[in-house]
């Protein structure tokens, strides 16, 4: 086939190929078949997988599902690589360490790499499409559109005069990168090492540095890269959709099974422990707060660590030796949160249905420190920090413990369990901030399990808005409803 085809065919973009198309010299099966057989083996799926049993199966799931739709076209397999399965980067999930990897590996024989979640679900023949039409000799950032509608601490306040127009990817629906952009990356990445000293919004991250103060591409919006759910009737155009449902495999965890640890200290007594206890306290069958004062109105458990204006680094640890110690060995679960978490126990106990407590589990929302130059992840503590009990007495066990008791306990944390070779397993569930510091487009497609801060926002509110059981709940003996579009 290719010896009697035109020069031009050559090229990595199939624009040409409509215009044999119009001209009636070949039939439009002989022009699909060309397209999917030069394409498909040009795409390089790179899926954001994790090495903890339930995601690893999601992302094997996933790569078998590409594969057979390519099986089925009759053509030759597409490379579909698992993040967590490449060797030697700590930091393989913020991708930019990969860049230089990409390029060496796949700069001289694909056309694109096209990023995408465990969740993410895609159309191949329209995903062939979609890319058809962009040219791939050319730089090309594609994704579905994110922007910020107010600066926020997240982004660190970045375009704070209209923060609206700089766009990012939502990588729930898929993100590709043109193999030219990746190449051109790799070449900066070689020359300029990576900055940064914290990962904490990787896809804001991400099109920062592909912008690089406007000397790079801009994110390109394409329609087709979905996030609306694969029964929707939205998605006849979509060449990816999201699996947007919170996970639960089997019945929920009990009540019983979740121990919960709040975060106080004296001088919040007054005004943040009465929101728990308005709002999602009573999901919780086993809660104990802990302070560096015993107010038995509350009740609150001085652990005889001071409090600390810093990190609690001190506190964490006493609790951990505490829930090792006291609390029923039947326990399996422990969720450490502060005193101005909002959480959802009722949707946390759902999640928890998937994961293995017998397995070392250290569950929250990721961060990323110094991941470009060897680091460590670890879970924000402000979103709650959720560990198995046998990742609580793998740590204790382990000599690893605070450099000081002012330290910031969700980093050393994360540097503990590095060391230990137990992974840190992210869930965009959780949230370090408020509702309002995330993109509608991004929380459109979630069912949340936490937020963090009280920052100008009324906490009870948020909760029953976006974190309650159901979404009109009794309080104070009224029947309350609340629009997430004011918050």
């Known amino acids: 086939m290719g010896s009697n085809l035109p020069g031009f065919l050559c090229f990595k973009s199939v624009a040409g190929l409509f215009y044999l198309l119009s001209s009636r010299k070949f039939g439009y099966i002989y022009f699909i078949t060309y397209l999917y057989f030069s394409e498909l083996k040009g ?203 919170l996970p ?58 001071p409090n600390t204006d810093r990190g609690h680094c001190g506190k964490t640890f006493a609790i951990l030796e505490r829930f090792s110690n006291h609390s029923s060995p039947r326990t399996p679960w422990l969720v450490v949160v502060d005193d101005d978490t909002l959480i959802s126990i009722f949707r946390l106990r759902k999640l928890l249905s998937c994961y293995d407590p017998n397995e070392p589990v250290f569950l929250g929302e990721r961060y990323g420190y110094g991941l470009g130059t060897g680091g460590y992840s670890y879970i924000t503590g402000g979103g709650g920090m959720v560990f198995s009990r046998i990742a609580v007495q793998k740590l204790l066990a382990s000599k690893c413990r605070c450099y000081s008791m002012d330290a910031p306990d969700d980093m050393v944390l994360g540097m503990c369990f590095s060391g230990l070779g137990i992974p840190i397993t992210h869930s965009p569930l959780f949230h370090q901030a408020r509702p309002m510091d995330y993109p509608k487009g991004y929380l459109s497609h979630q069912i949340p399990v936490s937020f963090h801060k009280h920052w100008n926002i009324d906490p009870v509110k948020v909760y029953f808005t976006w974190l309650a059981p159901n979404t009109e709940e009794s309080f104070n003996g009224k029947k309350v409803r609340y629009n997430r579009e004011d918050l």
């Open 43 to 245: 795409i390089v799926f790179i899926i954001q997988s994790q090495s903890n049993s339930f995601h690893s199966k999601r992302a094997e799931d996933l790569k078998r599902d590409i594969l057979k739709q390519a099986a089925d076209l009759g053509k030759e397999l597409p490379t579909v690589l698992l993040i967590h399965q490449m060797d030697g980067h700590e930091g393989a999930w913020t991708i930019l360490p990969l860049m230089r990897d990409f390029s060496v590996t796949y700069g001289r024989n694909s056309s694109w790499i096209f990023f995408c979640e465990e969740d993410t679900r895609i159309q191949v023949v329209k995903l062939l499409e979609t890319l058809g039409r962009f040219d791939g000799s050319k730089e090309w950032f594609l994704g579905k559109a994110l922007y910020d509608e107010e600066s926020t601490i997240i982004h660190h306040y970045a375009f704070a005069e209209n923060p609206t127009v700089f766009k990012f990817p939502d990588f729930a629906a898929g993100w590709a990168l043109s193999i030219p952009l990746v190449n051109k990356l790799a070449k900066k990445l070689k020359s300029e090492p990576l900055k940064s000293d914290f990962t904490i919004d990787l896809k804001h991250e991400i099109a920062l540095y592909i912008w690089q103060r406007g000397e790079g591409p801009h994110l390109t919006p394409v329609p087709e890269f979905c996030t609306d759910d694969v029964n929707s009737y939205k998605v006849e155009h979509c060449a990816t959709t999201f699996s947007n449902f």
């Open 248 to 305: 639960l495999c089997g019945e929920p965890v009990k009540k019983e099974d979740v121990f919960v640890a709040v975060k106080t200290c004296r001088k919040f007594h007054g005004d943040r422990i009465p929101v728990v206890k308005q709002t999602w306290e009573r999901e919780a069958a086993l809660i104990e707060y802990y302070s560096d004062y015993a107010d038995i109105s509350i009740p609150t458990i001085d652990l005889g660590i």
